[in-house]
T-cell receptor, first 113, second 111 residues
Framework: DADVTQTPRNRITKTGKRIMLECSQT?????MYWYRQDPGLGLRLIYY???????NKGEISDGYSVSRQAQAKFSLSLESAIPNQTALYFC????????????FGPGTRLTVL | GQNIDQPTEMTATEGAIVQINCTYQ??????LFWYQQHAGEAPTFLSY????GLEEKGRFSSFLSRSKGYSYLLLKELQMKDSASYLC????????????FGKGTKLSVIP
């Protein structure tokens, strides 16, 4: 079984709809991250969480919110989706010390029409 | 601010050696990562450098010069399956676990 899972894997929605992307991990890591990836722009950090009580904005948090329901679960919400939020979204986890790699989920391809 | 530069695309021949460069300018430095990403898939970890020098891991090696803000990833004995994007990422400061990613280098391996 995959260590980091994301649901759904693909989603098509309409402008103005509320969308939630979910991430679960079985690695026991404290740190979790949400990124979006756009062609030509690379991976950009949306939000990150160092533990259940700690949530931080990343580079591009506007239009997004997150919830850390448990150590293993970190959800990303788009309150009112817009077309320029069409992207590939990745969740990642890491251990609690610097130098540790981030482990990525398989990604969610979101299309906002 | 953070700035990470790497070439957009490269092409190399199967069996050859290719070097992918990455230069960075960040407000702090706590290590540099290389990831491999096949099209439509998740990035996977290749290497981590925090001290100057060369780290070798099988066909892949990674080099870091902190004074020059420079790293490279060296791929030897290229195989078709090495066709992928290679992402350079910097951890900007002590105690910081965020990564700032470059835009990636798309490597095409041709027969």
């Amino acid at each position: 079984d995959a260590d980091v899972t994301q649901t759904p894997r693909n989603r098509i929605t309409k402008t103005g709809k509320r969308i939630m992307l979910e991430c679960s991990q079985t690695k026991g890591h404290d740190r979790m991250y949400w990124y979006r990836q756009d062609p030509g722009l690379g991976l950009r950090l949306i939000y990150y969480s160092f533990d259940v009580k700690d949530i931080n904005k990343g580079e591009i948090s506007d239009g997004y919110s997150v919830s850390r329901q448990a150590q293993a679960k970190f959800s990303l919400s788009l309150e009112s989706a817009i077309p320029n939020q069409t992207a590939l979204y990745f969740c990642a986890t890491s251990e609690g010390t610097s130098g540790n790699e981030q482990f990525f989920g398989p990604g969610t391809r979101l299309t906002v029409l | 601010g953070q700035n990470i530069d790497q070439p957009t695309e490269m092409t190399a021949t199967e069996g050859a050696i290719v070097q992918i460069n990455c230069t960075y300018q960040t407000s702090g430095f706590n290590g540099l990562f290389w990831y491999q990403q096949h099209a439509g898939e998740a990035p996977t970890f290749l290497s981590y450098n925090v001290l100057d020098g060369l780290e070798e891991k099988g066909r892949f090696s990674s080099f870091l010069s902190r004074s020059k803000g420079y790293s490279y990833l060296l791929l030897k004995e290229l195989q078709m399956k090495d066709s992928a994007s290679y992402l350079c990422a910097v951890a900007p400061g002590a105690g910081s676990y965020q990564l700032t990613f470059g835009k990636g280098t798309k490597l095409s391996v041709i027969p």
